[in-house]
């Protein structure tokens, strides 16, 4: 006498576990707004390197032509001269934006990290974010002043 009965059932096929995405932790955030702030910068810097070239192959060749690319009374000092320049098309304007997100990644870092401690209801830690925020924003428009 057999055990096996005589019609065995299938076995429903077992499900593969649903990879659950890692939860958004704050060290995540951050790591995610440095390394993104970063690779923006970079990006912005090597297309801006690359159309100066390109619309000036004399900087390969000529040092004074270079010297005057990179004078200081040449350079952009308005935010506005940056953005206009972007939307021209202009390659000193790519690699201006570029210093100019790399600059605000940190800034950017403090502020996500006094909403993540706004979240926690961490008082202490949200004065103290809070007042280096504030330092930082004033030390950017006083240094803008001429």
């Known amino acids: 006498m057999s055990l096996s009965s005589p019609n065995p059932r299938p076995s429903a096929p077992v499900a593969a576990p649903i990879p659950q995405a890692p939860a958004l932790t704050p060290e ?31 900087y390969f060749s000529s040092s004074t032509a270079l010297e005057r690319l990179t004078a200081p009374d040449h350079g952009l000092h308005r935010l506005t ?19 100019l997100v790399m600059m605000s990644v940190p800034v950017l870092r403090v502020a996500l990290s006094l909403g993540v401690f706004r979240l926690q209801k961490d008082r202490v830690f949200v004065a103290i974010t809070a007042a280096v925020l504030a330092l930082l924003l004033v030390s950017f428009l006083v240094g803008g002043v001429e």
């Open 28 to 58: 995540l955030l951050i790591s995610m707004l440095l390394r993104g702030g970063v690779m923006l910068s970079l990006s912005l810097v090597a297309v801006g390197m690359g159309l100066t070239f390109f619309h000036h192959p004399d």
């Open 81 to 99: 001269d940056v953005f206009q320049g972007v939307l021209a098309v202009r390659g000193q304007s790519f690699v201006m934006a570029g210093l």
